[in-house]
């Protein structure tokens, strides 16, 4: 079994900079991967970034690409989305998620992740 929790989200004008963070506990995060979700309100939850914790490859969406990084800190068990230039289309309660999706497709699509936090919202004003 793991554990997420999510911290860092908050109210922050169009053009300004978040850092999120997601406290994994529970068990070995080797084999996982880590990702972010985030889900705006009468939308279906949507794939933003996800890292592989042994290896660091990662994968982002098209609409994040060049705005946002996600990293991981072996040594605190903890994932991080900087998230840079925000726009208010990225308001959303932001979810981080650890599994084991095989290829793009898997990856991006929230039910084939095992694991999910709590979420925390962010909210871009324009």
């Known amino acids: 079994q793991v554990q997420l929790v999510e911290s860092g989200g908050g109210l922050v004008q169009a053009g300004g900079s978040l850092r999120l963070s997601c406290a994994a506990s529970g068990r070995t995060f080797s084999s996982l991967v880590m990702g972010w979700f985030r889900q705006a309100p009468g939308k279906e939850r949507e794939f933003v970034a996800s890292?592989?914790?042994?290896?660091?490859?990662?994968y982002y969406a098209d609409s994040v690409k060049g705005r946002f990084t996600i990293s991981r800190d072996g040594a605190k068990n903890t994932v991080y989305l900087q998230m840079n230039s925000l726009k208010p289309e990225d308001t959303a309660v932001y979810y981080c998620?650890?599994?084991?999706?095989?290829?793009?497709?898997?990856?991006?699509?929230?039910?084939?992740?095992?694991?999910w936090g709590q979420g925390t919202q962010v909210t871009v004003s324009s």
């Open positions: 890292i592989s914790w042994s290896y660091g490859n990662t």
């Open positions: 998620a650890a599994g084991r999706p095989i290829g793009p497709v898997r990856t991006i699509t929230a039910a084939t992740w095992d694991y």
